[in-house]
């Protein structure tokens, strides 16, 4: 099978007369101020028909390349076009089917799961297809944003993940139940109550008149490639898939089309009885890995999806020997490759879209014995306070194909615009968009193994600096700690930052043990002598409430001067209680920001505050000593 990769788009399938029905419609969806709620699907096929054009099956031309003939680790740099009409790339999608009558299901391939109900199957819809489906569903708002017309949706209640909630079935002597780090994270169900909420959710969508299917990929690297289908209830769902996942290149990718795992989302349904199932609210998220199959209840939020893909590929690679990472990539002209490592709103997308620099992903990437490589096609970026001028690359790429996810919108000359200073529904307010959305993006998607490593933390005690070098030892410290903090609206009940340790910069979404991570790190960074380097994007001159938080500017010229060389120029300083090395200066930075305890009035607090931070890294890392091959926690804070 060819290996499908993130630069295949979607084209436009509007005819003349849907032209003028889609102005009409979006005329329409421009005359309220406020968001509706999100809908569940109204079932309703002669609407359905409508917006299907009653077309079983459209195609357009294409000019696509097969991944393996393109060579790796050459910056490619596109066209950014603001329009459908004068975006050429959106055409090399060409997959789109739309199934009608009794038999749409099995010729959709979800007969197999047991869903035979709905009429109507919309597949692998088009971009367009996709914008004209959530107008005329009333699904959400269109936006008049700065660089193009852009759906918006409201999540609801749930904004943020509910990791409470996520659940993998413990199937007795399997080899997940063997492999599985069972606890807090990857809470464990019986094969039972899995069965009993899938019946649940086949039941519910047999209910529905449609429904949406899309097929597609994770992972760009044929090696690990696996094949991912989803069951949606609305257009705009599918849309976030299809913006984040790998997109087939033309129907006969997926000739044959066999899904390694299927996602079925009856998001709208809850799980009434979960305390009878022993689950800890209506909501659920349950895996159930030898089945290969997942079902959603009762959160709209988009991010679901791509997360628990994501700690599907965090379970099935390392078991190649491949090493998973969340982290964001990018590579210069000279196929230097460097990670990002760091959870929700430490930099991960920030940092990695630089207009110097091609971006290979923005949050999730695989290392094997070629390089790098992304698992997604495209990016889900954080909106809180974007403006063109801190995050240019990420502001104009929120145009048609690309859609937001709880932000606000206000009335400016009788148009609908977002306001990403409002924060009142959630400071997590996103925005997913296909990769090509951004000017330099690397066309591959995957180049040679990274010259830097960057652990991106988000101090909430104002203790670290906003650069420091790592000896390879810290390197394994740092990781294996992944100190950060919470930042408000990732995740439900966070409402201000609070510090955190996640192993790996990723703990909620490790299905092994961190040390299983840590080892395949070490053989990475012992084989290809890799830099690695502590950012600080958190707080200066003081905790969280009186300390401000640093500048996006000031961490990009720190990252800048590490990806240039230029960090090499200068002097170092050992900080006595960490034992990182300190940079005595780095261009366009204040030389003062670059030691912590300058930047605060009073230096015994600031004392006192890093003898607190330190004493919370010994105490976090007892966990870890005696497991793996060596123990790094000597390596570590001295108290």
Same mark, same amino acid.
């Given at each position: 099978?060819?290996?499908? $990769? ?101 010729? *959709?391939? /979800?007969?197999?799961?047991? /869903? ?10 088009? !971009?367009? $297809? ?5 107008? *005329? ?49 990857? $809470? ?16 519910? &969508? ?27 209830? $609305? ?60 079902? /959603? ?12 893909? &994501? ?106 615009? @977002?306001?990403? !200073? ?27 193994? @990274?010259?830097?490593?960057? &652990? ?9 600096? @906003? ?110 209680? &960490? ?16 030691? @912590? ?41 001295? /108290?």
């Amino acid at each position: 099978m060819i290996a499908t $990769q993130s630069r295949i788009f979607l084209r436009t399938a509007t005819g003349i007369g849907g032209k003028t029905a889609l102005k009409a419609l979006i005329a329409r969806a421009g005359t309220s101020a406020s968001y509706a709620s999100v809908s569940q699907p109204t079932g309703v096929k002669a609407g359905a028909a409508a917006i299907a054009g009653r077309t079983t099956k459209t195609h357009f031309p294409t000019n696509h390349t097969n991944v393996r003939h393109r060579k790796q680790h050459v910056a490619y740099k596109s066209a950014v076009a603001h329009s459908p009409s004068d975006d050429p790339l959106r055409g090399n999608y060409n997959s789109t089917v739309t199934y009608e009558g009794d038999d749409a299901c099995s010729k *959709a391939g /979800i007969d197999a799961l047991g /869903i035979t109900g709905p009429n109507i199957i919309f597949k692998n819809q088009t !971009f367009e $297809q996709l914008f004209r489906h959530e107008v *005329a569903n009333g699904e959400g708002k269109v936006a008049d944003a700065q660089y193009g017309d852009t759906f918006c949706v409201d999540t609801g209640k749930f904004t943020g993940r509910s990791p409470k909630d996520k659940w993998i079935v413990r199937n007795v002597g399997s080899e997940s139940e063997a492999n599985i780090d069972w606890g807090k994270v990857n $809470q464990p169900t019986s094969p039972e109550v899995f069965d009993e909420l899938y019946e649940k959710a086949v039941k519910h &969508f047999n209910s529905l008149d449609k429904a949406y299917v899309f097929d597609g990929f994770c992972g760009a690297n044929p090696k690990s490639q696996r094949k991912i289908r989803f069951v949606h209830e $609305q257009a705009w769902q599918q849309h976030f898939v299809t913006n984040m996942f790998i997109r087939a290149n033309e129907e006969s990718d997926l000739d044959g089309f066999d899904p390694d795992f299927t996602v079925i989302n009856a998001c709208s349904q809850v799980v009434e009885d979960w305390e009878r199932h022993g689950l800890n609210s209506e909501v659920a998220c349950v895996f159930n890995v030898e089945k290969k199959c997942a079902v /959603i209840f009762g959160t709209w939020y988009g991010g679901e999806n791509k997360k628990g893909i &994501f700690s599907l590929m965090n379970y099935w690679l390392p078991m190649q020997g491949q090493f998973p990472m969340h982290c964001s990539a990018n590579v210069g002209k000279a196929g230097d490759s460097a990670l990002f490592f760091g959870l929700s709103g430490t930099g991960k997308t920030t940092l990695s879209a630089d207009p110097h620099r091609a971006l290979i992903g923005d949050d999730e990437h695989g290392w094997d014995e070629d390089g790098v490589f992304n698992f997604e096609g495209g990016c889900y970026a954080k909106t809180i306070n974007l403006s063109e001028e801190t995050e240019p690359d990420i502001y104009r790429a929120i145009h048609r194909d690309a859609m937001l996810e709880n932000v606000a919108l206000k009335e400016d000359g009788g148009k609908l615009v @977002p306001d990403y !200073f409002d924060t009142s529904k959630t400071e997590n307010g996103r925005v997913s968009y296909p990769i090509f959305h951004i000017e330099n993006y690397h066309e591959p998607q995957m180049a040679g193994h @990274p010259k830097n490593i960057i &652990f991106l933390s988000c101090d909430a005690f104002g203790v670290l600096p @906003p650069i420091a070098k790592l000896t390879p030892e810290q390197a394994m410290y740092h990781f294996i700690s992944g100190y950060t903090a919470k930042v408000a609206g990732t995740e439900r009940g966070i409402t201000e930052p609070s510090a955190t340790f996640s192993a790996c910069f990723g703990a909620a979404f490790l299905t092994l043990h961190p040390t299983r991570y840590a080892e395949l790190l070490k053989e990475k960074l012992e084989k290809h002598s890799a830099n690695a380097w502590i950012v600080n994007s958190g707080w200066s001159g003081g905790a969280y409430g009186v300390g401000k938080r640093m500048s996006i500017k000031t961490t990009r010229a720190c990252v800048n001067a590490i990806l240039d060389g230029t960090i090499e120029n200068t002097t170092w300083e050992k900080d006595e209680i &960490f034992g990182w090395e300190l940079p005595a200066s780095i261009p366009d930075v204040d030389s003062s920001v670059l030691h @912590p305890k300058s930047t605060w009035s009073n230096p015994e607090e600031y004392d006192a505050a890093e003898k607190k931070l330190a004493e919370m890294y010994v105490k976090n890392f007892e966990k870890y000593k005696g497991k793996g091959d060596v123990d790094y926690s000597i390596y570590g804070p001295k /108290i």
